[in-house]
C-alpha cells in the first residue's frame, strides 16, 4: 500500500486538533519546504527518521536495452534518502 499526501492529511487531520484545511496546510507547508531546501542543494534532516540529500551524477555511457544502441546520459542531479538507525532498527524488527 502507498500512503499518498491525501493520506498524510487525513492522518494529521486524526491525530492532531486541526480541521482539514489547517492539515492540508500543515502537510503541504512541509513539503514546500523540504522542496526548497533540496532544490537549493542543502541536505534535509529528519531526527529519527533519516537524511535527504542531492547527489551530483555525472555523463556517463549508456545502452537504450530495445535497440542495444550505446548513448550518452547527461550529467544530472539525484536526491537520495538514507534512514536513520532508529528507524531501520524499527523496519527490521529489531
Known amino acids: ?5 491525501a493520506d498524510l492529511v487525513q492522518k494529521v487531520y486524526q491525530n492532531h486538533n ?3 484545511a489547517q ?3 500543515a502537510v503541504e507547508a ?10 537549493t542543494g542543502e541536505d534535509l534532516l529528519i531526527s529519527g527518521f533519516g537524511k535527504f540529500n542531492v547527489k551530483k551524477k ?3 555511457r ?7 544502441d550505446e548513448l550518452i ?13 532508529l ?4 523496519i527490521n524488527g529489531e
Open 1 to 5: 500500500m502507498t500512503l499518498t499526501k
Open 18 to 20: 486541526f480541521t482539514k
Open 23 to 25: 492539515a492540508a496546510e
Open 30 to 39: 512541509f513539503l514546500r519546504i523540504a522542496k526548497k531546501c533540496l532544490n
Open 58 to 60: 555525472n555523463a556517463r
Open 62 to 68: 549508456g545502452r537504450n536495452p530495445q535497440t542495444g
Open 73 to 85: 546520459l547527461d550529467a544530472r542531479k539525484v536526491v537520495t534518502f538514507k534512514p536513520s538507525g
Open 87 to 90: 528507524l531501520r532498527s524499527r
